[in-house]
Structure formats: C-alpha cells, structure tokens
C-alpha cells in the first residue's frame, strides 16, 4: 500500500512480538494480493486489463470491499466511486500516472476519461462475487481498502485472544478495549487541522482526509489527489480535511473521502442524515482553520 504500519499492545500472555507481526504483516499481504492497484498480478490488477465481456469470481475480501464501496457509492450520489482509475491516472495519480507535462489534462482528454470511469459501468453480482468486465474498466479501491486492511488485522489479533490494543495502518486508526491502566486509547486529529486535539478510540476506528496528502502543483495551479467523479476533476472548495469516527475502519475511511468530496454544506447534512460522526477543517481566507462538527461527532468525541 506504499505505507507503514504499526501496533500498540497489552500482551498480559506474553504473545512473541514476531508472531504478532506476523499476523498483521500477513493480512495485509492478503489485501495487497487482492486489491492492490499497484501491483499487476493482484487480483483487481488482473479485472483491470482483463478482456471485453469476461466475468470474474472475486476472492472474498475484494467482494466484501468492492460491495461496501458500492453501497458509499449509492447512498453519497457518486461522491466516492470505486470506478475512477482513468481518471485518477489523468490528474498524475497511482500506477499509471500521466506525465507532469500533460497536467492539466485539456477537455478532450477529461472527457474521454470520464467516458470510462463511472460505478453505473460496474456489474457486481453480489450473490456470486461475479463481476463483469465491460472493456475498459479500471477500478481504484484506495479509498476504502487501507481501512479495511486495518480492520482484517483487528480480527486476526482478536483471534489470538487480544483484546486490548491500537492499531495503525497509514494514518488510519482502530482502537480495540483500553490501554493498561484503563484507560481508553488516545488519538491526535491530523494537526494541521486541529493542533492538540486528541479523541478517545474506545472499540473505534478513525480516519482523515484531506489536502496535505499527495498533490500536485503546476502553472500556478494547485489540486489533491481526491477526485469527484460528478466532474471529473480534484476538489475546489475550502476543505482542508475531514476526519471521521467509525466502528470500523473501512467504512470511516471511505466515508472521509465521501464527505471531502462533497464539502462542508453538503457534506455535514450528508454526514448528519446518516449519524456519521465527522470534524470537518475548512480554511479560512485570512489561512486559519475552522472546525465544524457533526451532530455525531460532538456527542461520540465528548463519549
């Protein structure tokens, strides 16, 4: 995932620190095998230069991802699509970037992206794990598999009989019980958001988007790697992150870039319909930052 990871633990039985490497190191793995878009021989690399009209029966967990991905997709009005590779790689982004000469990308070139992009291309039989490739469809799951890569380890360290640890993938972040002591696990929001401000990760996930993470900037001109579909091109509006609390990592991770996507009026009535506890960072014209909650997120945060 071109990321780290890391794990802090209360291991009262003394578990070997190499098997519990192990046991995330190798979930992981799993997920990179299955939904890596970096690596060609993965399972979603192959759907992606698979020929016109061939079906494909997903290993689970690409299923399990690809089906909640749709579901985000569905209920956010195409905010967050799992079918943007095109355009992802028009805008100099993932595997198959476009050169930084051909940034911006001209009309011709957008639309002819947008032309390919699009979940109402995807043909996802849930009931089989079938998926159809329609010629052209690239699929990009960045935006949701990371978390759910933490979530996998969270289940494979449950196995072991842990119960009380945090783990990290990435920046994204799950808390299972409380620290030694008991206390419950403490988090610091991304501060160039929030300077200082720390949230509880009682059996919680979080995860943050936002413009500090890989962007581009060329002719005067300054854009991030989140895309909104609806357009085709990067975001525009003030947002400079948003972070949100979850149950599970998966689900806090796509719906940090669902909101992003959307903006701060749309995004927090998105955000409040749903329950979905969010802290959004807007930046202000004299450069500072504003913070606008959530209903959920103030009564979660304060929890």
Same mark, same amino acid.
Request: proline share 6%; glycine share 10%; hydrophobic share 45%.
């Given at each position: 995932?071109?990321?780290?990871?890391?794990?802090?633990?209360?291991?009262?039985?003394?578990?070997?620190?190499?098997?519990?490497? +192990? @046991?995330?190191?190798?979930?992981? !793995?799993? =997920?990179? #095998?299955?939904?890596? $878009? /970096?690596?060609?021989? *993965?399972?979603?690399?192959?759907?992606?230069?698979?020929?016109?009209?061939?079906? +494909? @029966?997903?290993?689970?967990?690409? !299923?399990? =991802?690809? #089906?909640?991905?749709? $579901? /985000?997709?569905?209920? *956010?009005?195409?905010?967050?699509?799992?079918?943007?590779?095109?355009?992802?790689?028009?805008?100099?982004?993932?595997?198959?970037?476009?050169?930084?000469?051909?940034?911006?990308?001209?009309?011709?070139?957008?639309?002819?992206?947008?032309?390919?992009?699009?979940?109402?291309?995807?043909?996802?039989?849930?009931?089989?794990?079938?998926?159809?490739?329609?010629?052209?469809?690239?699929?990009?799951?960045?935006?949701?598999?990371?978390?759910?890569?933490?979530?996998?380890?969270?289940?494979?360290?449950?196995?072991?009989?842990?119960?009380?640890?945090?783990?990290?993938?990435?920046?994204?972040?799950?808390?299972?019980?409380?620290?030694?002591?008991?206390?419950?696990?403490?988090?610091?929001?991304?501060?160039?958001?929030?300077?200082?401000?720390?949230?509880?990760?009682?059996?919680?996930?979080?995860?943050?988007?936002?413009?500090?993470?890989?962007?581009?900037?060329?002719?005067?001109?300054?854009?991030?790697?989140?895309?909104?579909?609806?357009?085709?091109?990067?975001?525009?509006?003030?947002?400079?992150?948003?972070?949100?609390?979850?149950?599970?990592?998966?689900?806090?991770?796509?719906?940090?870039?669902?909101?992003?996507?959307?903006?701060?009026?749309?995004?927090?009535?998105?955000?409040?319909?749903?329950?979905?506890?969010?802290?959004?960072?807007?930046?202000?014209?004299?450069?500072?930052?504003?913070?606008?909650?959530?209903?959920?997120?103030?009564?979660?945060?304060?929890?």
């Amino acid at each position: 995932m071109g990321t780290t990871w890391s794990l802090r633990v209360d291991n009262p039985r003394m578990l070997p620190l190499d098997a519990l490497r +192990h @046991t995330v190191q190798s979930s992981l !793995d799993d =997920v990179v #095998a299955q939904m890596s $878009h /970096w690596d060609p021989d *993965s399972a979603l690399g192959r759907f992606n230069r698979a020929p016109a009209g061939s079906t +494909h @029966t997903l290993p689970e967990a690409f !299923d399990t =991802v690809l #089906a909640r991905a749709l $579901h /985000w997709a569905e209920a *956010s009005g195409g905010a967050f699509d799992p079918a943007m590779g095109p355009l992802v790689a028009l805008w100099g982004f993932g595997p198959e970037a476009a050169a930084q000469s051909c940034l911006p990308p001209d009309a011709v070139a957008l639309a002819a992206a947008r032309a390919r992009c699009g979940r109402h291309r995807i043909v996802h039989n849930a009931a089989s794990r079938e998926l159809v490739q329609p010629g052209g469809l690239s699929l990009d799951l960045s935006g949701i598999a990371k978390g759910y890569g933490v979530d996998v380890g969270v289940a494979a360290l449950q196995r072991l009989g842990l119960t009380d640890f945090l783990l990290e993938v990435g920046g994204e972040l799950r808390g299972v019980g409380r620290r030694p002591g008991g206390l419950p696990w403490q988090v610091q929001v991304d501060p160039g958001a929030a300077p200082g401000l720390r949230i509880a990760l009682a059996d919680r996930a979080v995860a943050t988007s936002g413009e500090r993470w890989q962007v581009h900037e060329r002719a005067g001109r300054r854009w991030s790697h989140t895309l909104d579909q609806r357009t085709g091109e990067p975001v525009a509006h003030a947002l400079a992150s948003v972070t949100v609390l979850h149950e599970q990592c998966m689900d806090a991770d796509a719906l940090a870039t669902v909101l992003t996507v959307m903006g701060i009026e749309d995004g927090r009535a998105f955000a409040d319909r749903h329950g979905v506890a969010a802290l959004f960072a807007q930046r202000e014209s004299d450069g500072t930052l504003a913070l606008h909650p959530s209903a959920a997120w103030v009564a979660q945060a304060s929890a």
